[in-house]
C-alpha cells in the first residue's frame, strides 16, 4: 500500500511564527487532504489538494503530485493552531494517514 | 448542511462484549468510511461502503464488520471485544464517485465515538 511520511514529527513555535509542514508519499494518488485534529479528535478539514496550490487565510499547501510530496504552511501562528495536522492520501477509496505533525504554539 | 454525526460519543464495554456504532453522513454523500484511531497505530483504514456494498476493507479481523442502508447511514459491529479494541472510532463521508470526469473523493469526518474497553 502506499506510504505516507510526515515531517517534523513534532514542531514548537512561538506565536507569530510561520511554519512549513511536510508530507512525502510513495505512489501516486488521486486525492490528498490535510486536516487538523482538534483536542477533542475531530478532524477538520483544511484542505483537498491533490495537486497545485491553495491558501485560506494563514494557511496555504502546495502539493507537486509528480514529486510525490504536499507541503502546509502555517504564517503568523496563533496558539489556536496547536493540535496535530495530519495527510492524508488515497488512490481509491482507502485513505492512508501520516503519523502527523503534533504542533505547539507559544504564546 | 449538516454535518457528519456519529452515536454514541462514548461508550464503556467489558471484553467479549460486542458494540455497533453507527454514523449519519453527510446528505447527497453516498460513501461512508469508517477509521480507527489509536496512539500506538494511529489512523487505520477500516472498510468503505457505497450504495450498501461494502468496496474497499482495510486489514482487520472479520470481528469487524459494518453494512449501510438504503439512506446512506452506515453502522459499524465489533464483536469479541479486546482490551486492544479501545480506540477513537471515526466516520467519514464523501461523494465516493465520479463527478464531470474526475474522481472527486474529499472525505469529511464525524466527532467520533470513543470506545473504551475494560
Known amino acids: 500500500g502506499i506510504q505516507v511520511e510526515q515531517s517534523p514529527p513534532d514542531l514548537i513555535l512561538q506565536e507569530g511564527a510561520n511554519s512549513t509542514l511536510r508530507c512525502n508519499f510513495s505512489?501516486?494518488?488521486?486525492?490528498l487532504q490535510w486536516f487538523h485534529q482538534n483536542p477533542w479528535g475531530q478532524l477538520i478539514n483544511l484542505f483537498y489538494?491533490?495537486?497545485g496550490t491553495k491558501q485560506n487565510g494563514r494557511l496555504s499547501a502546495t502539493t507537486v503530485a509528480t514529486e510525490r510530496y504536499s507541503l502546509l504552511y502555517i504564517s503568523s501562528s496563533q496558539t489556536t493552531d496547536s493540535g496535530v495536522y495530519f495527510c492524508?492520501?488515497?488512490?481509491?477509496?482507502?485513505?492512508?494517514f501520516g503519523a502527523g505533525t503534533r504542533l505547539t504554539v507559544k504564546p | 448542511k449538516a454535518g457528519v454525526t456519529q452515536t454514541p460519543r462514548y461508550l464503556i464495554k467489558t471484553r467479549g462484549q460486542q458494540v455497533t456504532l453507527s454514523c449519519s453522513p453527510i446528505?447527497?454523500?453516498?460513501?461512508v468510511s469508517w477509521y480507527q484511531q489509536t496512539p500506538g497505530q494511529g489512523l487505520q483504514f477500516l472498510f468503505e461502503?457505497?450504495?450498501?456494498?461494502?468496496?474497499n476493507k482495510g486489514n482487520f479481523p472479520g470481528r469487524f464488520s459494518g453494512r449501510q442502508f438504503s439512506n446512506s447511514r452506515s453502522e459499524m459491529n465489533v464483536s469479541t471485544l479486546e482490551l486492544g479494541d479501545s480506540a477513537l472510532y471515526l466516520c467519514?463521508?464523501?461523494?465516493?464517485?465520479?463527478?464531470?470526469?474526475?474522481?472527486?473523493?474529499?472525505?469529511?469526518f464525524g466527532p467520533g465515538t470513543r470506545l473504551t474497553v475494560l
Open positions: 489538494i491533490p495537486s
Open positions: 467519514a463521508s464523501s461523494y465516493g464517485m465520479r463527478r464531470t470526469g474526475i474522481f472527486y473523493n474529499e472525505q469529511f
Open positions: 446528505s447527497g454523500h453516498r460513501s
Open positions: 492524508a492520501v488515497d488512490r481509491g477509496n482507502d485513505m492512508r
Open positions: 461502503y457505497f450504495s450498501e456494498t461494502q468496496r
Open positions: 505512489d501516486s494518488v488521486n486525492n
